[in-house]
Each structure stands twice: as C-alpha cells, then as structure tokens.
C-alpha cells in the first residue's frame, strides 16, 4: 500500500549535512500494523514526516497506492498523524475535538454527529463527550487524539510514540487497545517506537532501524527468534553471543563447533555465511543447567538472580564468555544451585541463529 522507494534524507543546516536516512526501500502492505523500531536519533521520526509529508526526501519516491506522494502537501494526503503530545485544542470538548478535523473537511452536520457519536463509542469515551480535554486524565486524552485522527477515515494513520506519555499500566492497556482499534478499523497503521516489547506485542510486522537503515523486516516472531545480524539480536529482547567455528551449512541448517569443542546444529542466515569463525545469539530462555539433549558449555555460577516467575543465572564459561540464561520457577521447588558450583550450560537443540557479520 506505501512504497518506500530509495528514500534518503539528508539535513543540511548550519553545521555539517547529516544523513538521518540512507536509501531506504520499504513496502507497508494494506491493513497491516507496521512498527518502525530503533534507538534515540536512527531516523523513525524522520521517516514517519517523510511519509507524513512535513519533510521532503532528499532523494526517493513515496507512493500511496501506487499513487506519487512527494508533490502533494500534508493535508492532500490520505494519512492522518498521531503525535506523542497529542495536541488536542483544551478549551474544546471531547466531541469538538474529535470533529474538529470533519468540519475543517465541510462534511454536513449530520454525518459529523454520526461520525463523532462512532469515534466516542469506538474509543469507549461516549460518556465523557462534554468534558473539555483540559479535564481528562492522559490516557483519556490519548483516546481522543485517536478517535480524532481516525474520525476523517484515513488509509493510513501514523503514530509517532503515542504512548510514551503513559504510566507502565495505562501503556499496557493502551497497547491492546490500538491492536484492536486498527484490526476493527481495518486502517493501515505505521507506528513509531524505541521500545522493543511495545513492538512485539502489537505489530504485524517490524522494521528494526539503525543510524537511518532498515537492518531487518519482519513479523514479531521472527525477528526475535531469527535476528540476521548482531545490532537485531542485542536490539530486541536479551541475547548471549558466543564465538563459535562455522563448520558447514545446509539450508537454515548449521553445523558449528562450541568453544568447548562439542559440534551441534543451529540456525543458519538466511543470506548464507562462509565457513570459519562466527558469531552465534542465543536467547537465555534457550538454554538450561540441568543437562539433558543438547550442546554443553562448561562454566561456574557467577550470580543467581530471582524474578518472581524466573530466575537469571549468570554462567562464566571455561574460556571467559559470560552467558545469561533464564529458567522459569516451578512453584514450591528451590532451584537448587548455588553461586561459585560447577555447572553445564546446554544449548536447547537447533535454536542459536548464527547471524551474518
Ligand atoms: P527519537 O526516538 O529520539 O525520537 P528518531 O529515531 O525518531 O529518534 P529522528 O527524529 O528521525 O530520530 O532523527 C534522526 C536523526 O536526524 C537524529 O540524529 C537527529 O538529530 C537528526 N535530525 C532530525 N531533524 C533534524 C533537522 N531538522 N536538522 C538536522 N538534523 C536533524
């Protein structure tokens, strides 16, 4: 539905030029909730207004629907923005806010009422449709910012970390809440974030960013548990890299040699990888101390942290890597190690991705 065809952006002010994006190439497909994610200052926000249409590429295409965007000013385009701060007029209502974006548009009277009286139930803010907005809590406030922007019916709406304002709880319930607001709409979603747990939890698919590049694209579960490069693996969730010896690949599959010279099978990048020395992630969920099937590493417990659900045990392997791993608590039962015991971490079988630098 959007085409991001070779967009780059480059700012020149007073100082230096500075390439916030560098020749990105990006497809957003129809319906679909599409997560931009990456660390402070990677270009999300740069390339949102690039879709937005408050900054001009400096090389590149935009196309909605196969349609040219690049000419056409912000309110020309079928794309509405939600921004972190909201931005709602506090003087105004509930109700006045959200048609507020359908009078600037002359609808008739009657299909704003209808259209504003749909938002309200939409966001679940019908009862507080007279309070003005100076007069609502934030997560509140966040409801009517959406109904809104989605009050005109966009094909695209943009968010640039709306939640981000919002105590962990309300940030938790808003999460589901836009899942279900875009399924129920059916309106493509672009939505910015740095935080990775946000990402996996809402979108259908994820664009991880680095220093203006898209690294990788694609759903929840496969980024986590296939990440093709480093940045990807340390980017989202926790991950141990261990320095391992590529012996051959076949398909996804890799044969490796450990450090402590046990051979075992894992996953291979999908872009292949020349044999020799590589780097292998491994999640600490991917792991166990209690032996059983897999690959082992030999080591001494350096540190035992408990979670509540979890407990963290930090490994020193024989050979001076560090490895984190994670083992759920069953109820009722000690875990039965103590910090300084020789242990063995085993690898769970086939689940390390060898990544691709
Ligand atoms: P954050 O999560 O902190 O909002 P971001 O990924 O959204 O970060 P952008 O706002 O897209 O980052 O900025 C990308 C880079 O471009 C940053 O290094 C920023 O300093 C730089 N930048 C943004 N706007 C301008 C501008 N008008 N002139 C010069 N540099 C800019």
Same mark, same amino acid.
Do not use: C, V, Y
């Given at each position: 539905m959007i085409e991001i065809a070779n967009v780059s952006k480059i700012f020149t002010g007073r100082g230096a030029p500075f390439t916030?994006?560098?020749d990105v190439s990006v497809t957003i497909r129809e319906n679909e909730f599409f997560t931009l994610l990456g660390p402070s200052g990677c270009g999300k926000t740069t390339l949102l207004r690039v879709i937005a249409g408050f900054i001009d590429p400096t090389h590149g295409a935009v196309k909605l629907e196969g349609q040219d965007l690049v000419k056409l000013p912000p309110y020309r385009r079928p794309v509405n923005t939600v921004f972190q701060s909201y931005a709602l007029f506090p003087h105004m209502t509930v109700a006045q806010n959200i048609a507020f974006g359908l009078e600037m548009l002359d609808k008739p009277s009657a299909e704003i009422k209808a259209t504003v009286d749909q938002m309200l139930e939409l966001v679940r803010m019908t009862p507080m449709a007279?309070?003005?907005? #100076? %007069?609502? #809590?934030g997560g509140q406030q966040q409801r009517v910012a959406l109904a809104r922007a989605l009050a005109p019916r966009p094909k695209v709406l943009l968010l640039d970390e709306p939640l981000s304002a919002l105590d962990f709880k309300l940030r938790k319930d808003m999460q589901l809440e836009l899942k279900r607001l875009q399924s129920e709409t059916g309106i493509t979603f672009v939505f910015v974030t740095h935080d990775q747990e946000e990402a996996l939890t809402m979108s259908d698919r994820i664009a991880v960013m680095n220093a203006g590049d898209i690294r990788q694209i694609g759903g929840p579960r496969d980024i986590y548990? &296939?990440?093709?490069e480093r940045f990807v693996a340390d980017f989202i969730g926790d991950t141990n890299f261990l320095e391992v010896e590529l012996l051959a690949t076949e398909g996804e599959t890799a044969r490796i040699r450990l450090p402590s010279g046990v051979e075992t099978e894992v996953r291979a990048p999908r872009d292949g990888v020349a044999p020799g020395p590589v780097t292998l992630a491994v999640r600490p %969920? &991917?792991? #166990?101390? #209690?032996? /059983?099937d897999g690959a082992a590493l030999p080591g001494t417990l350096a540190n035992v942290v408990y979670f509540g659900t979890d407990t963290h045990f930090h490994v020193d392997l024989d050979g001076g890597a560090r490895f984190v791993l994670r083992q759920q608590n069953q109820p /009722?039962?000690?875990? /039965?190690w103590s910090v300084g015991d020789a242990v063995t971490v085993t690898l769970a079988p086939g689940v390390g991705q060898v990544l691709r630098d």
């Open positions: 916030a994006l560098d007279d309070r003005k907005t #100076s %007069e609502i #809590s548990d &296939h990440p093709a %969920e &991917h792991a #166990s101390l #209690s032996g /059983g /009722g039962t000690a875990q /039965g």
